[in-house]
């Protein structure tokens, strides 16, 4: 509840202290109406009467106001869906990536239409000037020559030094003013030299905005998306942005998902006619997929795949701008491509993570991040697997230090216990084998048990026993047998 909402309810329902209103203030919504209720203590009614009646009251809205006239009720929810839309854009939580997704549409199509012009700079002058094409390769400085030099009968050694600055080489220079001597190109009019030289100027014009573009485009990618940025390059980062639609959808987009971003028509065929689907789409401009070997290009686009989508979550949902994350991440893909080019081990992602953390606490003064990558979990679990096994320890071996009291009270009288049971123990096995050579034959018949030494001199006394057991009972089968063949005679 608004402070103004709040003027005009105490305003137009005057309610008297110590009594109780004889109404009920009708809301659409039940949240505001016990909000007003609690502040306000006016009584307030959500249901589906109400709601009957704010829709009558919508639709004869102008019956009720004197001055309001039929079309003013729409220009009002016209404006409202304005300011509404504006306000949106205004304060957008993705930090306006929309900015990142026109720039890099720009920067595409500015591309091909320098690549055509600068093509049709050199066909046009090459008609005049032909063997400046093998002298200068560039698009830009072609064309800056081009507008430099103008008509090549006027080309003499005083333009060298011109030259020398344009292209930065004096061999160039002096090469392309003893080209001009002896060229087999054709004389231009001044008019059509006018023309050539303003198209130049315009080719120039457009690659020199698209250097600043260039410049843009990095500096709000590192304002928008900073660690994706960093871990994969800001053009294939902006594009991966342009093609998901926004940064919230590329965070919302699987690895799986990302992988593929611009392979969409080769997915589609390769499930059609049942093939081999594609391995990599955008992410194969990265150079970490082209420094990759051929066997291990799929794998590459796999793990990289994984790393930008977790550059991309941090982008869109953490507070903090920050690049520490996406340079964690390179340096394990760097790893990670070490790992399968020379079999060196990389490190885990909870310690990378964890140390990217800390780093960020230490640059934020202490400010704790939102992302939670469970370190402390995995400690603790291993605490508890190291208890389980001193437990187990302490159960087949000797009680621990808790199942003790004199351990607790004097570090003297817990020893005493141990060094009393080693005694006796060895004083057990000095007496087994000075009793050994005497009882063996009574080992043998059965009377192994009468001693206390190893458990294997028991597990002869036991065999002898059952021995005898099996002996008697046979013996007993035999008398059977011979006491039935009497009685038959």
């Not at 660690?227 to 639609?245: D, F, K, P, T, Y």
């Not at 059952?466 to 089968?477: I, L, M, R, W, Y």
């Amino acid at each position: 509840m608004t402070e103004e909402l709040r003027n005009f309810l105490e305003l137009n329902l005057k309610i008297k202290e110590g009594k109780k209103p004889k109404f009920s203030l009708g809301l659409a919504e039940p949240k505001i109406g016990s909000h007003i209720s609690e502040e306000t203590k006016i009584p307030c009614q959500s249901n589906e009467l109400v709601l009957e009646l704010l829709r009558g009251v919508r639709l004869h809205f102008d019956r009720f106001i004197k001055d309001l006239k039929p079309f003013d009720l729409e220009k009002a929810q016209l404006g409202l869906g304005h300011s509404y839309s504006r306000a949106k854009v205004k304060f957008n939580v993705n930090r306006v990536d929309n900015m990142v997704i026109q720039a890099i549409f720009l920067l595409d199509t500015l591309d091909k239409d320098v690549n055509s012009f600068s093509m049709r700079v050199r066909e046009w002058y090459s008609w005049h000037f032909p063997e400046l094409v093998k002298i200068v390769n560039d698009n830009y400085l072609y064309a800056k020559v081009a507008k430099y030099v103008e008509d090549k009968a006027e080309l003499s050694e005083d333009k060298i030094p011109g030259l020398t600055e344009i292209l930065g080489d004096e061999d160039k220079a002096k090469e392309i003013v003893e080209a001009a001597k002896a060229s087999m190109g054709q004389d231009l009019s001044p008019i059509d030299l006018i023309n050539v030289k303003q198209f130049a100027q315009r080719v120039m014009d457009l690659s020199e905005y698209r250097k600043k573009l260039h410049e843009y485009l990095i500096t709000k990618m590192n304002d928008i998306a900073p660690n994706l940025a960093s871990l994969i390059g800001e053009i294939v980062g902006a594009r991966l942005i342009s093609h998901a639609g926004s940064l919230t959808n590329l965070a919302k987009c699987p690895s799986s998902t990302l992988q593929i971003l611009g392979a969409e028509k080769a997915l589609f065929r390769a499930l059609k006619t049942r093939g081999n689907t594609p391995k990599y789409g955008l992410i194969f401009h990265s150079s970490f997929i082209g420094r990759a070997s051929a066997r291990n290009k799929g794998r590459m686009a796999r793990y990289l795949a994984n790393k930008c989508s977790i550059a991309s979550r941090i982008d869109c949902f953490s507070e903090m701008n920050t690049t520490v994350f996406g340079e964690k991440l390179r340096e394990q893909v760097e790893e990670r491509l070490e790992f399968y080019d020379k079999g060196v081990a990389p490190r885990k992602n909870v310690d990378v993570m964890k140390a990217a953390i800390e780093s960020t606490q230490n640059e934020g003064g202490g400010n704790k991040m939102d992302v939670d990558i469970g370190p402390a979990e995995v400690s603790v679990k291993k605490s508890k697997k190291k208890k389980s096994k001193g437990e187990e320890a302490a159960v087949d071996g000797e009680p621990m230090a808790e199942d003790k009291p004199t351990a607790i009270t004097n570090g003297d009288a817990a020893e005493e216990p141990t060094t009393e049971k080693k005694k006796k123990k060895k004083e057990k096995r000095r007496l087994a084998e000075e009793q050994a050579p005497e009882n063996l034959d009574d080992g043998a018949n059965g009377f192994g048990s009468e001693l206390e030494g190893t458990g294997k001199k028991k597990k002869k006394s036991s065999k002898g026993a059952e021995e005898e057991d099996v002996q008697t009972a046979s013996e007993v089968k035999k008398k059977k047998k011979k006491s039935k063949s009497k009685d038959d005679e």
